[in-house]
C-alpha cells in the first residue's frame, strides 16, 4: 500500500485498489511514511483519495516538514548568494536541491533533515569562513579530515530550531573518482527560480546521478524518500536525461554497480523510467541478500559492520575500493574506542599516487 501511495502521479489503477480495500491498516502505513521521510506525499495522496481518517501524525509531519524546509530554501538562497559575491559557487545537493528544482510540487511532500553544499575545491576554506560569519558552528572539523572524509557538519540557531548544513567538498564518502566528474557538474550547472529566489542547480541527469550515488553510500537503507527521489526525477526530466553520460560519468567514478543496483530497485519498486541498465550480474544477486527491498521500503538502520564492508565490496566497480573502504570504516571504528589502527586509512591522495605509479 505504501509503495502506491509514495510517488505524486496517483495512477488511477492504485487508487481503485485503494479506495477497495478494507482493514488497512493506515497506522501502520503512516509509520512507515514516516520513517521513510515521505509523511507529507502520502497524506496528501490519502486525501485525493477520499479517505477521511488520515492519521494525525502525518497531518502534524506535513506541516512541520512544509514549515522546515522553507526556511531552510530560505537560508539556502542567502548561502549561495553571498558565496556568488565572493566568487564561489555552491552546487545544493540531495533534499534542498529537489525541493529548490520544483520537482515536488509541495514542499511538505518530501522531509529533510539537513542542507548540502557542494564547494568547489579552492573556495572551501573561504566559504567555510563565511558560514563561521553567518553565525554557523562547525562540528569537529579540522583540514587533516579533507584526506578521509567529504563534508564537515555546521549548525546554527533561529530561534528555538537549529538549521543544519553540510558544506562538502566531494558529494559523499568512499573512494569513487570524482574530480572529473564533479568538474563537470559545475561547468553544466544552470539556475532553479524560487518564490524567494535563485540557486544554482544542477542538470537533471547530475542530479539523479548524485542521488543514485546518495543511496548506495546510505547501502540502500534508512530512508525510502530516497528511492522515490529516484524515480520522480526519472520521470519529470525523462526527456531531459542525457542517459549515456549519466551511465558514461558511473563508469568513470567506478560507481557502474552500485548506480545500477539501486536504480534496477526503483524500477522494482516504482515503476522509475530508467534507460540502459545492463541485465542483472552475480554481484547484484548477492546484494540484493544484504540490502534487500524490504530494507529500503521499511527505512530500516544500517546492518552490521561485516555486512555493511560486504555491500560495499560488491558495489564498487572495483573490488579494491570496496576493500579499502573496508578498512578505512575498521580505523575508525577501533579509533571511537580508542585503538590506534590509523595505519589501515587509505587517503584518496595516497590511491592516487599509487594508480598514477601503476
Known amino acids: 500500500m ?20 478494507s482493514g488497512i491498516d493506515w497506522d501502520k502505513v503512516a509509520g512507515l511514511a514516516l520513517r521513510g521521510g515521505i509523511a507529507g506525499l502520502v497524506k496528501s495522496n490519502l486525501r485525493q483519495l477520499g479517505i477521511r481518517d488520515v ?8 506541516l512541520r516538514t512544509e514549515a522546515e ?16 559575491a565572493l566568487g564561489a559557487l555552491l552546487l545544493p545537493l540531495k533534499g534542498i536541491a529537489l ?6 510540487s509541495h514542499p511538505s511532500f518530501r522531509s529533510m533533515c539537513d542542507v548540502d553544499l557542494l564547494c568547489q575545491q579552492d573556495r572551501f576554506e573561504q566559504v567555510l569562513g563565511m558560514l563561521r560569519d553567518r553565525g554557523f558552528v562547525q562540528t569537529e572539523y579540522f583540514a587533516a579530515q579533507r584526506a578521509f572524509y567529504h563534508h ?47 540557486l544554482p542547480s544542477l542538470s537533471p541527469t547530475d542530479l539523479l546521478l548524485s542521488v543514485g550515488l546518495h543511496l548506495a553510500t546510505h547501502r540502500f537503507r534508512n530512508a525510502l524518500k530516497w528511492l522515490v527521489d529516484i524515480a520522480e526525477i526519472s520521470r519529470r526530466w525523462q526527456a531531459e536525461i542525457d542517459w549515456r553520460q549519466l551511465w558514461g560519468d558511473a563508469r568513470r567514478l567506478g560507481a557502474a554497480n552500485a548506480l545500477t543496483f539501486g536504480f534496477r530497485m526503483a524500477v522494482r519498486l516504482l515503476d522509475a ?3 540502459g541498465l545492463p541485465s542483472p550480474g552475480l554481484r547484484e544477486r548477492l546484494g540484493r541478500r544484504l540490502s534487500p527491498d524490504t530494507a529500503l521500503v521499511r527505512s530500516e538502520p544500517q546492518p552490521d559492520n561485516l555486512s555493511r564492508g560486504l555491500i560495499h565490496f560488491l558495489l564498487y566497480d572495483d573490488s579494491r575500493d570496496g576493500i579499502r573502504l573496508l578498512m578505512h570504516k575498521t580505523a575508525e ?13 587509505w587517503s584518496r591522495q595516497r590511491i592516487a599516487d599509487k594508480d598514477e605509479k601503476s
Not at 168 to 194: K, N
Not at 333 to 345: C, D, M, Q, S, V
Open 273 to 275: 523510467p530508467i534507460n
Open 99 to 104: 525541493v529548490a528544482s520544483g520537482l515536488y
Open 55 to 62: 492519521p494525525r501524525p502525518l497531518a502534524v509531519a506535513s
Open 2 to 21: 505504501l509503495l502506491r501511495l509514495a510517488r505524486q502521479d496517483l495512477r488511477e489503477e492504485d487508487a481503485r485498489l485503494l479506495r477497495a480495500q
Open 333 to 345: 571504528i577501533a579509533e571511537r574506542r580508542h585503538i590506534n589502527l590509523r595505519f589501515l586509512r
Open 69 to 84: 524546509n522553507r526556511m531552510l530554501l530560505r537560508e539556502t538562497i542567502a548561502v549561495c548568494t553571498q558565496a556568488s
Open 152 to 198: 564537515v557538519g555546521l549548525v546554527k540557531a533561529v530561534g528555538n530550531r537549529q538549521l543544519m548544513f553540510e558544506l562538502h567538498w566531494q558529494p559523499t564518502h568512499g573512494f569513487y573518482a570524482y574530480s572529473e566528474v564533479v568538474a563537470g557538474w559545475f561547468s553544466r550547472s544552470g539556475r532553479a527560480s524560487t518564490p524567494d529566489g535563485e
